[in-house]
């Protein structure tokens, strides 16, 4: 089994504020991938990183993996009401996905 | 593109009895996966079906079944039917793009009393 943890597991934070959201684990992926899940939906892929060390920006997110492709991080600059929901990383080993325990982020107006 | 579509979007079931619930992929999406979704455990794998073949399986009893057809469409099947099987299911499906990428369904919520 290769488990990724996430944390924290709760992120409650005012609108305007930044965050980093971890994801972290013991076995090595060719790739990490992170969602976004609304409330009674399913989740929406952010961005795939691929290599080892590699800093992608979507607006204002920041997804980094890590030089050992185990871990990796999300950062949201200026958070807004718009960025609630539950975050997802998942490593992915050829065509097997392994989800992340996720984050739930609030950010109050 | 459509997207995923799943079907029914809610369920609710009483204890013992069948559930078959129904996912349609993207167009030209050869592979289906499907997930459980609980507060408790978070999303686990159940299978993966590629070209109507089974090609992954997860660790969830042998009550949980599925199947695909050659239109890719996919099929899951859950007998006797017990509390703890009420959950969100995601079915996703997902194409080759120098890495495999999933996009997921809104999901099918089950609820068993």
């Known amino acids: 089994t290769q488990l990724l943890e996430q944390s924290p597991q709760f992120l409650s934070i005012q609108e305007g504020e930044n965050l980093t959201v971890y994801c972290n684990s013991s076995?090595?992926?060719?790739?990490l991938q992170w969602y976004r899940q609304e409330p009674g939906e399913g989740p929406v892929l952010l961005v795939t990183?691929?290599?080892?060390?590699e800093v992608k920006k979507l607006k204002r997110l920041t997804f980094q993996f890590g030089d050992a492709r185990k871990d990796s991080s999300l950062h949201i600059t200026a958070a807004q009401p718009g960025d609630t929901g539950l975050y997802l990383c998942?490593?992915?080993?050829?065509?097997?996905?392994?989800f992340g325990t996720g984050t739930s982020l609030t950010v109050i107006p | 593109k459509a997207g995923v579509t799943q079907t029914p979007r809610y369920l609710i079931k009483t204890r013992g009895q069948q559930v078959t619930l129904s996912c349609s992929p993207i167009s030209g999406h050869r592979s289906v996966s499907w997930y459980q979704q609980t507060p408790g455990q978070g999303l686990q794998f159940l299978f993966e079906y590629f070209s109507e073949t089974q090609r992954n399986k997860g660790n969830f009893p042998g009550r949980f079944s599925g199947r695909q057809f050659s239109n890719s469409r996919s099929e899951m099947n859950v007998s006797t039917l017990e509390l703890g099987d009420s959950a969100l299911y995601l079915c996703a499906s997902s194409f080759w793009a120098g890495e495999y990428e999933q996009y997921f369904g809104p999901g099918t919520r089950l609820t068993v009393t």
């Open positions: 990183v691929v290599t080892g060390g």
């Open positions: 998942a490593g992915v080993n050829g065509n097997q996905f392994y």
């Open positions: 076995s090595v992926f060719s790739s």
